[in-house]
């Protein structure tokens, strides 16, 4: 349970690492719940409190480090292209961050 705990914190909290297979292991764990080789009950606090610690680090890493990234441009990241994408996410921030889910 450890190592499906720390591979859906990295896959959700590490900016460098979101290629791991997240939504594979999510449903290969449910099959393996189903065939009773994982307990359900101890599958799901794991995952949840994975995915929710990763956000949050995931998220302090972007706080400290984002605005950082953008004191000049790179060839990688543009000042022009975050003023875009502030602006269109002030525009439909809401419906998008909903919509983007499914």
Do not use: M, Q
């Amino acid at each position: 349970y450890s190592i499906l705990w720390g591979i859906v914190f990295a896959e959700t909290g590490l900016v460098v690492t979101p290629f791991l297979p997240g939504d594979s292991l999510l449903f290969a764990c449910g099959a393996l719940c189903g065939l009773g080789a994982l307990n359900i009950w101890i599958t799901i606090p794991v995952f949840l409190t994975a995915a929710i610690i990763g956000d949050a680090v995931n998220y302090a890493i972007g706080h400290k480090v984002g605005p950082k990234a953008f004191e000049s441009d790179t060839w990688f990241l543009k000042r022009k292209n975050l003023k875009k994408t502030e602006e269109f996410y002030g525009k439909y921030g809401g419906k998008t961050i909903v919509l983007a889910r499914f």
